[in-house]
């Protein structure tokens, strides 16, 4: 019996950690998503896009700050960049390549 209460107490425990361990969005968090053939990436911002997290289609993760623009939400780092404008957002890669992107119908 004592093995029993063991055992049901060591499955609530691990259930909490698992439920506790995911990572809590903002309710003010706002996520654009954009993809091509070749690329896709998911942006989120929990701050009116004054900063932002991107997660590409090669699970690499960075962290952008918006930068002055004249039309749209540029968001940068020192490695790449990420102009959103309506339903597009143009990527310029660490290697210096740009991709057209939509949000997806």
């Excluded at 055992?7 to 950690?17: E, I, K, P, S, T």
């Excluded at 942006?43 to 039309?71: C, F, H, N, P």
Aim: proline share 2%; hydrophobic share 35%; net charge neutral.
């Amino acid at each position: 019996m004592k093995k029993y209460f063991t055992c049901l107490l060591l499955v609530f425990f691990m259930f909490g950690c698992a439920t506790t361990s995911e990572p809590k969005m903002s309710k003010n968090a706002e996520t654009k998503e954009y993809s091509s053939m070749l690329y896709a990436m998911k942006v989120t911002s929990e701050d009116g896009w004054q900063t932002a997290s991107m997660i590409d289609s090669d699970d690499r993760s960075y962290s952008l700050k918006r930068q002055k623009s004249a039309t749209g939400i540029l968001l940068k780092n020192s490695k790449i960049s990420v102009h959103i404008k309506g339903n597009f957002a143009l990527f310029q890669s660490e290697e210096g390549e740009m991709i057209v992107l939509e949000e997806p119908k």
